[in-house]
């Protein structure tokens, strides 16, 4: 992987012992993260590359590479909204695809809000050919920390459009300070 390497060389300038061990150091650090595909291949699972099949030189197929764990959980980790309104907390969650059934939403220790769920793979057609496949499926979980006077008891949620939407009411915050009387 040259991508450090090239941003960092200066022709101009000769080779400097402390600047190889820099480079090193950066490659070994951002290896994992493939800088030189585009983000959409990222997404999912697996990400699809074009490739020429030998035994047809002239037809493209399409072959699957395993990305890192670490970039499957996040891509399946669904994106969302986080806001206050006059008296009212409002999580959006993405999650197009995913039915209702499959979504488990509860609140763990007092004020984290948990979804969690299964976006289930489509069937592939007998005989369907993917030039590209990059949706991401299998379960998925999100933990947001809810603010301390949020009526987690009183939360209210729908889906519309493939947008989960959690509503919480504001209450009073609790009162962290005690006074201690001196005797």
Do not use: C
């Not at 992987?1 to 480079?23: E, K």
């Not at 009183?154 to 001196?182: C, H, M, Y």
Request: charged share 35%; proline share 6%; no cysteine.
């Amino acid at each position: 992987m040259a991508f450090f390497s090239d941003i960092f060389r200066d022709p101009f300038i000769s080779r400097d012992p402390f600047d190889d061990l820099i480079t090193r150091r950066l490659e070994a650090t951002f290896s994992p993260f493939d800088f030189n595909n585009p983000p959409t291949l990222l997404i999912g699972d697996a990400g699809a590359e074009r490739t020429q099949s030998q035994s047809q030189p002239n037809q493209q197929q399409v072959t699957t590479t395993d990305r890192p764990s670490t970039w499957q959980a996040l891509m399946r980790a669904p994106r969302l909204d986080f806001s206050e309104q006059d008296n009212t907390y409002v999580v959006k969650v993405d999650l197009p695809g995913v039915d209702k059934d499959k979504v488990d939403i509860h609140v763990e220790n007092g004020n984290i809000l948990a979804i969690s769920g299964k976006r289930e793979e489509e069937k592939e057609e007998k005989g369907e050919r993917f030039y590209r496949k990059e949706r991401s499926y299998g379960s998925f979980e999100r933990r947001v920390r809810m603010p301390e006077d949020a009526q987690v008891e009183n939360a209210q949620a729908t889906v519309e459009q493939g947008v989960l939407t959690v509503k919480f009411s504001k209450g009073q915050k609790p009162d962290d300070r005690k006074k201690i009387n001196i005797e």
